[in-house]
């Protein structure tokens, strides 16, 4: 968080960038805190300005990753 904005970055190891995507999990992420992202299979950016709910959004996550891989 800096200036009352996130900023967020994903990164994915490029074997498992087939089932994750880390553009996709920037945009997920990002939908949550108000915002946008997207990227490359393996690297991706997104920003967003709901602060309050980065936790949340942040916790999601593992969840998310793992809905992937199965």
């Known amino acids: 968080v800096e200036d009352e ?3 967020i970055v ?5 074997a498992l960038s087939a089932s994750i995507h880390a553009g996709k999990l ?3 992420v990002a939908a949550q805190v108000g915002g946008k992202g997207g990227g490359r299979p393996d690297m991706a950016q997104a920003g967003g300005t709901r602060v309050e709910n980065l936790d949340q959004a942040l916790a999601s996550v593992e969840e998310w990753v793992r809905e992937k891989i199965q």
């Open 5 to 7: 904005k996130v900023r």
């Open 10 to 14: 994903a990164g994915v190891e490029k």
């Open 26 to 28: 920037a945009g997920f």
